[in-house]
């Protein structure tokens, strides 16, 4: 994609807008960014470019609010991160998206209204565990920020930390999709200068946001995270559904 398209720009307008997002509201700029690539670019393109801008976007987050991350919950997290990516690429199928539609937007709707999650999830064993699902997903659904961030956000109340620790976490989970898809055969270098204008513009907005989550309290910041996951949740429910009307379609015809 050339630099003079208007296309370009849009996509590079809308990556700094969806790292400010994340800044402030915690999590859903992945996923609203996602959505759009998926309507402009080729299908082989959209997880891909998708991941490496993310991954300039974390990584910049990270680096901006070096100090609030809580690295025990990195120790554990992480690895297990990187050993369910690896597992996914060794399995680089194509999983029932329906299927991932709705236990992803039912997980998003328990963490977020549910009761607490036990203590044993909150500990080591729950992060291994949830390091490992996430980091399997990422390659099949893209944006699995949501569930991260909200599995993260069900350990803080402090909302520096909860960010922080949220992008640290996504920063290395990014990074090795970029690997996996290389190996895969997907050409990088025909999407690099928009990859790399896009993370620019997200770091922008990144460094906004997150100057204007300093100003805010953790009570509206937790008001604000859990009705953007709400929103993610039913608007995967809402792809589900669309999935099975041809099949009742056929049912009843």
């Given at each position: 994609m050339a630099a003079n398209d208007a296309l370009f720009w849009l996509l590079v307008v809308i990556s700094s807008v969806t790292s400010l997002l994340t800044a402030v509201a915690g999590a859903g700029g992945g996923a609203v960014l996602i959505a759009i690539l998926a309507l402009v670019l080729p299908g082989p393109a959209i997880i891909p470019v998708h991941g490496a801008v993310q991954m300039g976007?974390?990584?910049?987050?990270?680096?901006?609010?070096?100090?609030?991350?809580?690295?025990?919950?990195?120790?554990?997290?992480?690895?297990?991160?990187?050993?369910?990516?690896?597992?996914?690429?060794?399995?680089?199928?194509?999983?029932?998206?329906?299927?991932?539609?709705?236990?992803?937007?039912?997980?998003?709707?328990?963490?977020?209204?549910?009761?607490?999650?036990?203590?044993?999830?909150?500990?080591?064993?729950?992060?291994?565990?949830?390091?490992?699902?996430?980091?399997?997903?990422?390659?099949?659904?893209?944006?699995?920020g949501p569930v991260v961030a909200a599995f993260i956000k069900a350990r803080f109340t402090e909302r520096m930390t909860t960010v922080a620790t949220f992008a640290a976490a996504m920063s290395m989970q990014h990074a090795p999709k970029a690997l996996v898809f290389g190996f895969a055969g997907f050409v990088f270098k025909e999407w690099l200068l928009l990859i790399l204008a896009m993370m620019v513009a997200g770091f922008i907005g990144t460094w906004v946001g997150l100057n204007w989550l300093k100003r805010i309290t953790n009570y509206r910041f937790n008001q604000i995270f859990r009705w953007i996951i709400t929103l993610l949740a039913l608007r995967l429910l809402w792809v589900a559904f669309e999935s099975f009307i041809p099949a009742l379609a056929s049912i009843t015809s």
């Open positions: 976007s974390n990584i910049g987050r990270t680096a901006l609010a070096w100090k609030y991350i809580d690295w025990p919950t990195i120790a554990w997290f992480v690895p297990f991160g990187l050993l369910g990516t690896l597992l996914g690429s060794l399995l680089l199928v194509q999983l029932p998206a329906t299927l991932l539609q709705l236990s992803i937007a039912l997980f998003l709707l328990y963490l977020t209204w549910g009761p607490p999650l036990p203590r044993v999830m909150l500990g080591k064993a729950g992060l291994m565990a949830g390091g490992f699902v996430t980091g399997f997903i990422s390659l099949f659904v893209g944006a699995s």
